[in-house]
Protein backbone atom coordinates (compact mmCIF):
# COMPACT_ATOMS: atom_id res chain seq x y z
CA UNK A 1 0.00 0.00 0.00
CA UNK A 2 1.24 3.45 -0.63
CA UNK A 3 0.63 5.20 2.37
CA UNK A 4 1.97 8.51 0.74
CA UNK A 5 -0.34 8.51 -1.76
CA UNK A 6 -2.60 11.93 -1.94
CA UNK A 7 -0.70 13.39 0.94
CA UNK A 8 0.17 17.48 -0.59
CA UNK A 9 2.91 18.62 1.39
CA UNK A 10 3.58 22.40 1.53
CA UNK A 11 6.17 24.37 -0.28
CA UNK A 12 8.66 24.06 2.25
CA UNK A 13 8.94 20.79 2.84
CA UNK A 14 8.63 19.59 -0.71
CA UNK A 15 11.73 19.42 -2.57
CA UNK A 16 11.64 15.38 -3.04
CA UNK A 17 13.36 16.21 -6.42
CA UNK A 18 16.44 17.57 -4.65
CA UNK A 19 19.35 15.30 -3.25
CA UNK A 20 20.00 15.71 0.47
CA UNK A 21 22.50 15.01 2.88
CA UNK A 22 23.44 15.21 6.36
CA UNK A 23 25.83 13.16 9.18
CA UNK A 24 23.67 10.58 10.43
CA UNK A 25 26.31 9.96 13.41
CA UNK A 26 27.82 11.95 16.26
CA UNK A 27 31.36 13.51 15.76
CA UNK A 28 33.92 11.58 18.37
CA UNK A 29 33.53 7.95 17.46
CA UNK A 30 35.81 5.77 15.52
CA UNK A 31 33.96 5.67 12.20
CA UNK A 32 30.87 8.32 11.29
CA UNK A 33 28.56 8.18 8.18
CA UNK A 34 26.89 10.25 6.39
CA UNK A 35 24.34 9.66 4.05
CA UNK A 36 23.02 11.23 0.97
CA UNK A 37 19.40 10.33 -1.45
CA UNK A 38 17.88 11.52 -4.31
CA UNK A 39 17.82 10.90 -7.69
CA UNK A 40 21.33 12.55 -8.14
CA UNK A 41 22.64 10.42 -5.03
CA UNK A 42 24.85 8.16 -6.49
CA UNK A 43 26.40 10.41 -9.31
CA UNK A 44 27.48 13.19 -6.98
CA UNK A 45 28.68 10.74 -4.58
CA UNK A 46 30.60 9.13 -7.99
CA UNK A 47 32.28 12.55 -8.49
CA UNK A 48 33.71 12.78 -5.05
CA UNK A 49 35.02 9.10 -5.09
CA UNK A 50 37.75 7.34 -6.00
CA UNK A 51 37.70 4.04 -5.91
CA UNK A 52 40.24 1.72 -5.20
CA UNK A 53 39.71 -0.54 -7.45
CA UNK A 54 36.96 -1.29 -10.13
CA UNK A 55 34.03 0.71 -11.70
CA UNK A 56 32.83 4.12 -10.88
CA UNK A 57 29.81 3.41 -8.42
CA UNK A 58 27.08 4.69 -11.42
CA UNK A 59 27.99 1.31 -12.85
CA UNK A 60 28.29 -0.47 -9.92
CA UNK A 61 25.32 -2.95 -8.72
CA UNK A 62 22.82 -2.31 -5.97
CA UNK A 63 23.80 -3.74 -2.31
CA UNK A 64 27.39 -3.26 -3.14
CA UNK A 65 30.67 -1.83 -0.62
CA UNK A 66 33.28 -0.24 -2.40
CA UNK A 67 36.53 1.29 -1.18
CA UNK A 68 38.21 4.29 -1.75
CA UNK A 69 38.96 8.04 -0.86
CA UNK A 70 36.85 10.79 -0.70
CA UNK A 71 37.80 14.12 -2.13
CA UNK A 72 36.61 18.23 -2.59
CA UNK A 73 35.08 18.86 -5.73
CA UNK A 74 38.23 20.39 -6.81
CA UNK A 75 40.05 17.03 -6.10
CA UNK A 76 41.97 17.74 -2.58
CA UNK A 77 41.59 13.94 -0.59
CA UNK A 78 39.30 14.25 2.35
CA UNK A 79 39.74 10.87 3.92
CA UNK A 80 39.38 7.30 3.07
CA UNK A 81 36.07 5.99 3.07
CA UNK A 82 33.78 2.90 2.81
CA UNK A 83 30.60 3.85 0.24
CA UNK A 84 27.33 1.77 0.78
CA UNK A 85 24.79 1.65 -2.88
CA UNK A 86 21.14 1.48 -2.98
CA UNK A 87 19.07 1.64 -5.89
CA UNK A 88 15.35 2.51 -5.72
CA UNK A 89 13.04 1.27 -4.73
CA UNK A 90 15.35 -0.71 -2.58
CA UNK A 91 16.43 1.90 -0.09
CA UNK A 92 15.26 3.28 3.37
CA UNK A 93 13.65 6.29 1.56
CA UNK A 94 12.91 4.26 -1.51
CA UNK A 95 15.32 6.53 -3.61
CA UNK A 96 18.65 6.24 -5.03
CA UNK A 97 21.10 5.96 -1.78
CA UNK A 98 24.69 6.50 -0.75
CA UNK A 99 26.01 5.93 2.87
CA UNK A 100 29.78 7.15 3.37
CA UNK A 101 31.57 5.64 6.03
CA UNK A 102 34.76 7.78 7.37
CA UNK A 103 36.60 8.31 9.89
CA UNK A 104 34.45 9.86 13.25
CA UNK A 105 36.28 13.20 13.07
CA UNK A 106 34.40 16.16 13.58
CA UNK A 107 36.16 17.89 11.11
CA UNK A 108 36.22 15.43 8.53
CA UNK A 109 32.53 14.94 8.47
CA UNK A 110 32.18 18.78 7.92
CA UNK A 111 34.35 18.36 5.43
CA UNK A 112 32.56 15.83 3.72
CA UNK A 113 29.32 17.27 4.30
CA UNK A 114 30.24 20.78 2.88
CA UNK A 115 31.71 18.85 -0.53
CA UNK A 116 28.79 17.04 -1.14
CA UNK A 117 26.79 20.46 -0.86
CA UNK A 118 29.41 22.25 -3.24
CA UNK A 119 28.56 19.19 -5.48
CA UNK A 120 25.30 19.85 -5.46
CA UNK A 121 23.61 18.25 -2.26
CA UNK A 122 21.59 20.03 0.18
CA UNK A 123 21.43 19.70 3.68
CA UNK A 124 18.40 17.34 4.51
CA UNK A 125 15.59 18.95 7.36
CA UNK A 126 15.02 17.33 10.38
CA UNK A 127 13.46 13.64 9.81
CA UNK A 128 13.40 14.30 6.11
CA UNK A 129 14.74 10.69 4.96
CA UNK A 130 12.13 9.08 7.19
CA UNK A 131 9.41 11.39 5.49
CA UNK A 132 10.88 10.60 2.19
CA UNK A 133 10.10 7.10 3.19
CA UNK A 134 6.69 7.57 4.45
CA UNK A 135 5.66 9.61 1.35
CA UNK A 136 6.79 6.93 -1.12
CA UNK A 137 4.75 4.09 1.12
CA UNK A 138 7.86 2.45 2.57
CA UNK A 139 6.53 3.40 6.13
CA UNK A 140 3.08 4.10 6.92
CA UNK A 141 2.65 7.59 9.73
CA UNK A 142 2.36 4.76 12.67
CA UNK A 143 5.58 3.05 11.40
CA UNK A 144 7.52 6.10 11.06
CA UNK A 145 6.67 7.67 14.94
CA UNK A 146 8.11 4.87 15.92
CA UNK A 147 11.45 5.51 14.46
CA UNK A 148 12.00 8.48 16.14
CA UNK A 149 10.37 6.58 19.88
CA UNK A 150 13.06 4.03 18.80
CA UNK A 151 16.12 6.01 18.78
CA UNK A 152 15.08 7.55 21.67
CA UNK A 153 14.45 4.55 23.44
CA UNK A 154 16.27 4.05 26.38
CA UNK A 155 15.21 0.77 28.48
CA UNK A 156 14.01 -2.68 27.07
CA UNK A 157 10.32 -1.73 27.97
CA UNK A 158 10.29 1.70 25.38
CA UNK A 159 12.71 -0.05 23.10
CA UNK A 160 10.10 -3.16 22.69
CA UNK A 161 6.71 -0.74 22.21
CA UNK A 162 8.87 1.35 19.25
CA UNK A 163 9.78 -1.92 17.73
CA UNK A 164 6.60 -3.38 17.72
CA UNK A 165 5.48 -0.24 16.72
CA UNK A 166 8.09 -0.42 13.39
CA UNK A 167 6.94 -3.64 12.90
CA UNK A 168 3.22 -2.77 11.88
CA UNK A 169 1.31 -4.11 15.19
CA UNK A 170 -0.54 -0.99 15.38
CA UNK A 171 -0.78 -0.67 11.97
CA UNK A 172 -1.94 -3.92 11.09
CA UNK A 173 -4.54 -3.83 14.42
CA UNK A 174 -5.96 -0.72 12.81
CA UNK A 175 -6.01 -1.93 9.33
CA UNK A 176 -8.54 -4.97 10.70
CA UNK A 177 -10.26 -2.75 12.17
CA UNK A 178 -10.68 -0.42 9.23
CA UNK A 179 -11.94 -3.26 6.85
CA UNK A 180 -14.79 -4.32 9.12
CA UNK A 181 -16.42 -1.25 9.77
CA UNK A 182 -15.49 -0.35 5.65
CA UNK A 183 -17.81 -3.30 5.22
CA UNK A 184 -20.46 -1.98 7.31
CA UNK A 185 -20.09 1.46 5.68
CA UNK A 186 -20.06 -0.11 1.61
CA UNK A 187 -23.21 -2.25 2.92
CA UNK A 188 -25.50 1.00 4.21
CA UNK A 189 -24.40 3.35 1.28
CA UNK A 190 -25.68 0.14 -0.85
CA UNK A 191 -28.84 0.65 0.53
CA UNK A 192 -28.76 4.50 -0.15
CA UNK A 193 -28.58 3.43 -3.74
CA UNK A 194 -31.45 1.30 -3.34
CA UNK A 195 -33.52 4.57 -1.17
CA UNK A 196 -36.66 3.91 -3.25
CA UNK A 197 -36.99 0.90 -1.69
CA UNK A 198 -37.75 1.72 1.60
CA UNK A 199 -37.95 -2.08 2.94
CA UNK A 200 -35.04 -2.83 1.51
CA UNK A 201 -32.16 -3.68 4.06
CA UNK A 202 -28.79 -5.05 2.89
CA UNK A 203 -27.60 -4.89 6.45
CA UNK A 204 -28.75 -6.70 9.12
CA UNK A 205 -29.23 -4.16 12.22
CA UNK A 206 -28.89 -6.56 14.82
CA UNK A 207 -25.81 -7.96 13.39
CA UNK A 208 -23.93 -4.56 12.31
CA UNK A 209 -24.95 -3.35 16.06
CA UNK A 210 -22.99 -6.67 17.66
CA UNK A 211 -19.90 -5.27 14.99
CA UNK A 212 -19.91 -1.99 16.19
CA UNK A 213 -20.39 -2.39 19.58
CA UNK A 214 -17.11 -5.61 19.21
CA UNK A 215 -15.23 -2.41 17.68
CA UNK A 216 -16.00 0.19 19.78
CA UNK A 217 -14.53 -2.30 22.66
CA UNK A 218 -11.43 -2.77 20.63
CA UNK A 219 -10.49 0.90 19.72
CA UNK A 220 -11.41 1.31 23.93
CA UNK A 221 -8.84 -1.19 25.05
CA UNK A 222 -6.13 0.50 22.95
CA UNK A 223 -7.00 3.60 23.86
CA UNK A 224 -6.77 2.28 27.65
CA UNK A 225 -3.16 1.34 26.78
CA UNK A 226 -1.86 4.48 26.74
CA UNK A 227 -1.55 5.39 29.99
CA UNK A 228 0.56 2.47 30.67
CA UNK A 229 2.35 3.34 27.04
CA UNK A 230 3.30 6.64 28.52
CA UNK A 231 4.76 5.26 31.51
CA UNK A 232 6.97 2.54 29.74
CA UNK A 233 8.13 5.12 27.45
CA UNK A 234 8.62 8.22 29.68
CA UNK A 235 9.31 6.11 32.89
CA UNK A 236 6.69 5.56 36.03
CA UNK A 237 6.56 8.00 38.32
CA UNK A 238 6.64 6.55 42.10
CA UNK A 239 6.22 8.76 45.00
CA UNK A 240 7.43 7.90 48.05
CA UNK A 241 5.21 9.88 50.42
CA UNK A 242 5.06 9.38 54.58
CA UNK A 243 5.58 11.24 57.92
CA UNK A 244 8.79 12.79 58.44
CA UNK A 245 11.77 10.20 59.55
CA UNK A 246 9.97 7.50 58.11
CA UNK A 247 13.25 6.27 55.95
CA UNK A 248 11.63 7.78 52.47
CA UNK A 249 15.53 9.20 52.09
CA UNK A 250 17.65 6.28 52.63
CA UNK A 251 14.89 3.89 50.52
CA UNK A 252 15.52 6.26 47.69
CA UNK A 253 18.80 5.62 47.54
CA UNK A 254 18.43 2.35 47.90
CA UNK A 255 16.21 1.50 45.26
CA UNK A 256 18.28 3.64 42.65
CA UNK A 257 21.65 2.26 44.33
CA UNK A 258 23.19 5.56 45.03
CA UNK A 259 23.34 8.09 48.18
CA UNK A 260 20.96 10.86 46.19
CA UNK A 261 19.32 12.11 48.51
CA UNK A 262 20.38 13.61 52.48
CA UNK A 263 19.92 11.28 55.20
CA UNK A 264 19.49 12.50 58.64
CA UNK A 265 17.29 12.02 61.89
CA UNK A 266 15.99 15.51 62.05
CA UNK A 267 12.61 15.66 61.23
CA UNK A 268 11.98 17.80 57.90
CA UNK A 269 15.33 17.36 56.35
CA UNK A 270 13.78 16.96 52.82
CA UNK A 271 11.98 19.77 51.80
CA UNK A 272 11.86 19.74 48.19
CA UNK A 273 11.56 16.92 46.03
CA UNK A 274 14.28 14.97 44.66
CA UNK A 275 13.65 12.29 41.43
CA UNK A 276 15.92 9.81 40.55
CA UNK A 277 15.49 6.95 38.30
CA UNK A 278 15.96 3.49 39.12
CA UNK A 279 15.80 0.98 36.43
CA UNK A 280 13.55 -2.46 37.20
CA UNK A 281 12.74 -5.22 34.67
CA UNK A 282 13.65 -3.13 31.71
CA UNK A 283 11.80 -0.51 33.04
CA UNK A 284 12.56 3.55 34.07
CA UNK A 285 11.10 3.90 37.43
CA UNK A 286 11.03 7.76 38.21
CA UNK A 287 11.88 7.89 41.94
CA UNK A 288 10.50 11.28 43.74
CA UNK A 289 11.37 11.84 47.00
CA UNK A 290 9.09 13.97 48.89
CA UNK A 291 8.96 16.17 52.26
CA UNK A 292 7.85 14.46 54.90
CA UNK A 293 3.49 14.86 55.91
CA UNK A 294 3.41 16.77 59.26
CA UNK A 295 2.07 19.97 61.04
CA UNK A 296 4.69 23.02 60.93
CA UNK A 297 5.24 26.45 61.08
CA UNK A 298 8.21 26.19 58.32
CA UNK A 299 7.04 28.07 55.56
CA UNK A 300 9.59 26.38 53.36
CA UNK A 301 8.96 22.92 55.16
CA UNK A 302 4.76 23.83 54.30
CA UNK A 303 5.78 24.82 50.48
CA UNK A 304 7.18 20.93 50.36
CA UNK A 305 4.54 19.01 51.91
CA UNK A 306 2.12 21.53 49.57
CA UNK A 307 4.26 19.74 46.45
CA UNK A 308 4.04 16.31 48.12
CA UNK A 309 0.20 16.54 48.21
CA UNK A 310 0.76 17.62 44.04
CA UNK A 311 3.30 14.62 43.46
CA UNK A 312 0.80 12.26 44.81
CA UNK A 313 -2.37 13.59 42.65
CA UNK A 314 -0.21 12.87 39.72
CA UNK A 315 1.68 9.76 40.32
CA UNK A 316 0.90 6.43 38.83
CA UNK A 317 2.35 4.63 42.28
CA UNK A 318 2.39 6.00 45.88
CA UNK A 319 4.85 4.06 48.01
CA UNK A 320 3.28 5.74 51.21
CA UNK A 321 6.56 5.02 53.65
CA UNK A 322 5.30 3.71 57.55
CA UNK A 323 7.60 3.59 60.47
CA UNK A 324 7.29 0.56 61.52
CA UNK A 325 8.76 0.69 64.81
CA UNK A 326 6.14 3.79 65.66
CA UNK A 327 3.14 3.41 63.29
CA UNK A 328 0.85 6.15 63.85
CA UNK A 329 -2.61 5.32 65.79
CA UNK A 330 -4.57 6.72 62.97
CA UNK A 331 -2.98 5.77 59.96
CA UNK A 332 -5.70 3.66 58.37
CA UNK A 333 -7.22 7.18 57.86
CA UNK A 334 -4.53 8.85 56.60
CA UNK A 335 -3.88 5.70 54.01
CA UNK A 336 -7.99 6.40 52.95
CA UNK A 337 -7.35 10.00 52.58
CA UNK A 338 -4.12 9.40 50.64
CA UNK A 339 -6.27 7.16 48.89
CA UNK A 340 -9.16 9.37 47.89
CA UNK A 341 -6.70 12.41 46.93
CA UNK A 342 -4.97 9.69 43.55
CA UNK A 343 -5.69 9.90 40.26
CA UNK A 344 -8.16 7.22 39.32
CA UNK A 345 -6.14 4.12 38.24
CA UNK A 346 -3.06 4.63 40.00
CA UNK A 347 -2.04 2.40 42.92
CA UNK A 348 -1.07 3.24 46.46
CA UNK A 349 1.15 0.67 48.08
CA UNK A 350 2.35 0.66 52.11
CA UNK A 351 5.99 0.07 52.74
CA UNK A 352 6.48 -0.75 56.54
CA UNK A 353 10.01 0.38 56.47
CA UNK A 354 12.65 -0.09 59.70
CA UNK A 355 11.16 -3.52 60.36
CA UNK A 356 15.31 -3.75 62.19
CA UNK A 357 14.26 -1.54 64.83
CA UNK A 358 10.89 -3.82 65.89
CA UNK A 359 10.75 -4.73 69.72
CA UNK A 360 7.29 -6.37 68.80
CA UNK A 361 7.64 -8.57 65.59
CA UNK A 362 3.81 -8.74 65.19
CA UNK A 363 2.81 -4.86 65.25
CA UNK A 364 3.49 -4.75 61.54
CA UNK A 365 0.78 -7.88 61.37
CA UNK A 366 -1.68 -6.40 63.34
CA UNK A 367 -1.65 -2.88 61.71
CA UNK A 368 -1.47 -4.54 58.06
CA UNK A 369 -5.12 -6.46 59.09
CA UNK A 370 -6.24 -3.17 59.95
CA UNK A 371 -5.21 -1.44 57.43
CA UNK A 372 -6.75 -4.39 54.88
CA UNK A 373 -9.82 -3.96 57.09
CA UNK A 374 -10.13 -0.45 56.08
CA UNK A 375 -8.78 -0.91 51.96
CA UNK A 376 -9.27 -4.48 51.28
CA UNK A 377 -7.34 -4.40 47.91
CA UNK A 378 -4.63 -2.05 49.52
CA UNK A 379 -0.91 -4.25 49.10
CA UNK A 380 2.53 -3.61 51.70
CA UNK A 381 5.60 -4.82 52.11
CA UNK A 382 7.28 -5.34 55.27
CA UNK A 383 11.40 -4.32 54.75
CA UNK A 384 14.24 -2.56 56.22
CA UNK A 385 15.78 -0.55 53.85
CA UNK A 386 19.12 -1.82 54.95
CA UNK A 387 18.51 -5.32 54.07
CA UNK A 388 19.53 -6.24 50.24
CA UNK A 389 16.94 -8.92 50.10
CA UNK A 390 14.28 -6.82 51.48
CA UNK A 391 15.18 -3.85 48.74
CA UNK A 392 15.17 -7.00 46.33
CA UNK A 393 11.52 -7.51 47.36
CA UNK A 394 10.38 -3.94 47.06
CA UNK A 395 12.12 -3.72 43.73
CA UNK A 396 10.14 -7.10 42.37
CA UNK A 397 6.90 -5.98 44.19
CA UNK A 398 7.21 -2.40 42.01
CA UNK A 399 7.92 -4.51 39.13
CA UNK A 400 4.23 -6.63 39.30
CA UNK A 401 2.13 -3.54 39.93
CA UNK A 402 2.28 -2.54 36.27
CA UNK A 403 -0.56 -3.54 34.14
CA UNK A 404 -0.38 -5.68 31.71
CA UNK A 405 -2.34 -5.13 28.39
CA UNK A 406 -4.86 -8.08 27.15
CA UNK A 407 -2.94 -10.85 25.17
CA UNK A 408 -1.82 -10.01 21.69
CA UNK A 409 -3.11 -6.17 22.38
CA UNK A 410 -0.32 -3.66 20.91
CA UNK A 411 0.57 -0.43 23.78
CA UNK A 412 -0.16 2.41 22.73
CA UNK A 413 2.76 5.66 23.59
CA UNK A 414 1.70 8.04 20.96
CA UNK A 415 -0.60 11.27 22.44
CA UNK A 416 -1.63 11.46 18.62
CA UNK A 417 -2.66 7.71 18.58
CA UNK A 418 -4.74 8.32 21.64
CA UNK A 419 -6.56 11.20 20.63
CA UNK A 420 -7.50 9.43 17.28
CA UNK A 421 -8.41 6.38 19.08
CA UNK A 422 -10.85 8.34 21.45
CA UNK A 423 -12.74 10.17 18.59
CA UNK A 424 -13.40 7.26 16.91
CA UNK A 425 -14.64 5.42 20.16
CA UNK A 426 -16.86 8.51 20.45
CA UNK A 427 -18.17 8.21 16.47
CA UNK A 428 -18.71 4.14 17.21
CA UNK A 429 -20.89 4.94 20.43
CA UNK A 430 -22.91 7.05 18.40
CA UNK A 431 -22.93 4.40 15.46
CA UNK A 432 -24.74 1.66 18.17
CA UNK A 433 -26.95 4.40 18.97
CA UNK A 434 -27.52 5.48 16.17
CA UNK A 435 -28.22 1.20 15.11
CA UNK A 436 -30.57 1.19 18.60
CA UNK A 437 -32.95 3.77 18.03
CA UNK A 438 -33.29 2.84 13.96
CA UNK A 439 -31.71 5.84 12.61
CA UNK A 440 -31.84 5.91 8.73
CA UNK A 441 -28.63 4.32 7.25
CA UNK A 442 -27.27 7.87 5.88
CA UNK A 443 -27.07 9.23 9.32
CA UNK A 444 -25.47 6.22 10.91
CA UNK A 445 -22.91 5.92 7.74
CA UNK A 446 -21.83 9.63 8.39
CA UNK A 447 -20.54 8.73 12.02
CA UNK A 448 -19.34 5.69 10.55
CA UNK A 449 -17.07 7.53 8.08
CA UNK A 450 -15.95 10.04 10.57
CA UNK A 451 -14.97 6.94 12.99
CA UNK A 452 -12.54 5.65 9.62
CA UNK A 453 -11.39 9.00 9.12
CA UNK A 454 -9.76 9.33 12.48
CA UNK A 455 -8.28 5.87 12.33
CA UNK A 456 -7.01 6.99 8.79
CA UNK A 457 -5.16 9.42 10.65
CA UNK A 458 -2.87 7.31 12.59
CA UNK A 459 -1.46 5.50 9.74
CA UNK A 460 -1.42 8.98 7.80
CA UNK A 461 -3.35 8.34 5.30
CA UNK A 462 -5.45 11.93 5.61
CA UNK A 463 -3.57 13.52 7.58
CA UNK A 464 -2.71 17.35 7.39
CA UNK A 465 0.53 19.10 6.35
CA UNK A 466 0.56 20.91 9.78
CA UNK A 467 0.28 17.54 10.90
CA UNK A 468 3.19 15.67 9.52
CA UNK A 469 5.62 18.63 9.62
CA UNK A 470 4.81 19.03 13.65
CA UNK A 471 5.68 14.66 13.45
CA UNK A 472 8.89 14.99 11.70
CA UNK A 473 10.68 18.19 13.00
CA UNK A 474 10.99 16.39 16.31
CA UNK A 475 13.56 13.92 14.61
CA UNK A 476 17.44 14.11 14.24
CA UNK A 477 18.48 15.61 11.00
CA UNK A 478 20.23 12.29 9.82
CA UNK A 479 17.06 10.27 10.16
Same mark, same amino acid.
Given at each position: M???A ?7 T ?5 TI ?9 A??I ?7 A????D ?15 AS??S ?5 T ?34 Y ?6 H?LI ?18 AG?L????? =??V???? +??? *?? !????I? @??? &?? /? ?14 H ?7 E????D ?30 R ?5 ? =?GV???? +??? *?? !?????? @?N? &?? /? ?39 E ?18 D ?10 I?A?F???A ?15 VF ?7 A????A ?26 F ?9 L ?7 P??S ?6 A ?9 R ?8 L ?14 H ?10 T ?14
Open positions: QHGGIFLNQHDMTNDCAICTPAGGLGLRVSGPEIAITRLFTPVAGRPLTARKTLFGTIHPEGEDIDEVVVSLYRAPHSYTGEDTTEISCHGSAVMQAILADAGCRTAEPGEYTRRAFTKDLAQA =EAADLI +ASN *TA !ASHRA @LGQ &LK /GQVSNRLNTLRQQLLITTLLELLDFSHEDLEFADRSELEALVDEAAAHTQALADTFLGQALK =EPVVL +AGQ *TN !AGKSTL @LA &LC /GEERAIVSDVHGTTRDSIEVVAHIDGVAYRLIDTAGLRQTDPVEQIGIARTMSHMSRAIVLWVVDAAHPDAAMRRIHSSMPEGSTLFVNKTDLLSPDTVQAATTLTQTLPALRHVAISAHSTADIRLRSALASLPSPPTGMIINARHYELTAAHADLIVSEGLTVGPGDLVSEDLRQCLHLADIVGEVTSEVLHSVFMNFCVGK
